[in-house]
Structure formats: structure tokens, C-alpha cells
């Protein structure tokens, strides 16, 4: 009986460690690492990233991402556009496919490529960061215009609430 109880435990404990070793942190990798990282994973779905982040050694990681091609899309930019996804920064004339390194896939798109509108779910500041998704609850939105595939403007909006007026 007494075997039971502390054997339950146990395993529960063995289950909580082994849980905890596959979810690594990326803020364990080095700050290089981090950066491409943090690039990766806006264009990698989850199971790539916790698979990314199982890997130990940098070589392996490095070769996973090759594997998926992500790192292909990233060496594929311009080397302004690349110091710019791994430094989180966007610019008028980025084009899409660096915008979304930096920011991710946007929650909507609208109208043609030439004349293209995203949407994303709070502040432009947040949206490098790792693990945003589109159900924010935030009152803020990034709304981004494309002309021909390339960025010409991002407005960080604020969402006005039934029944509430700005005073004119």
C-alpha cells in the first residue's frame, strides 16, 4: 500500500522531467542561435519547432532546418533582409516573405497581390517574439499593406468598442 502511493508519485515526477526536457527553451541557445530561432519559428509549425528545440547540438539544428527548408527561405532574402529578420526589424520595401520571418503569417490577408492587405493581432513591438497567434484578446492591431509582394506601410491600430465615440 504503502509502495503504491510513493510509486505514484514517482512516476509522476519521472513524467513531469521527461515533459520538461522535450520543451527547451530557445533562450537557452546562444544569442546567434536565438536570433535565427526566433526567425525560424514565425514560418515553422509547431511540431517543426519543439523538434528544432529537441535537437542538441547546433549542427543538428541547423541541418533540421535545411531538412524542412526553412533555412533555404531565409538564405533565399537579400542580406539586408536577412540582417533584418534576425535583428526583428521590418522597413518600407521588405518583401513579403522577410515580413512574415520577422512577423509571422498574418491572421487575415485581403485584396491581390499587387495591392495586398495583413492583418495581424497585437502591437507591431510584440510581434517578433516567439508564440503569438492570431486569438489575441489584445485591443491592438497591426494592419500592413503589400504593393507587388513588397511592404509600403504597417499602421498599429486601436480597436474601438461598440457605443464608444471619439469626440469629434
Avoid at 26 to 51: C, D, F, H, I, N
Avoid at 104 to 116: A, H, L, S, V
Wanted: proline share 5%.
Amino acid at each position: 500500500m504503502e509502495f503504491r502511493r510513493h510509486g505514484g508519485w514517482l512516476i509522476s515526477m519521472a513524467l513531469l522531467m521527461l515533459v520538461g526536457c522535450a520543451g527547451r527553451d530557445y533562450r537557452t541557445l546562444p544569442v546567434e542561435e536565438q536570433q535565427l530561432y526566433r526567425a525560424y519559428s514565425q514560418v515553422m509549425t509547431g511540431l517543426q519547432s519543439k523538434q528544432y528545440l529537441a535537437l542538441s547540438r547546433a549542427s543538428d539544428r541547423q541541418a533540421y532546418a535545411k531538412e524542412i527548408g526553412v533555412a533555404q527561405r531565409l538564405e533565399a532574402l537579400s542580406p539586408q533582409e536577412q540582417e533584418a529578420v534576425r535583428g526583428g526589424v521590418v522597413f518600407n520595401g521588405m518583401s513579403a516573405e522577410a515580413l512574415e520571418f520577422v512577423w509571422g503569417t498574418p491572421c487575415r490577408r485581403e485584396g491581390p497581390k499587387t495591392d495586398e492587405r495583413w492583418y495581424y493581432e497585437g502591437p507591431a513591438f510584440a510581434l517578433p517574439e516567439v508564440g503569438w497567434n492570431c486569438s489575441s484578446s489584445d485591443a491592438t492591431f497591426v494592419e500592413v499593406r503589400l504593393s507587388d509582394g513588397k511592404l509600403d506601410w504597417w499602421k498599429e491600430r486601436i480597436r474601438t468598442r461598440p457605443g464608444i465615440r471619439r469626440r469629434p
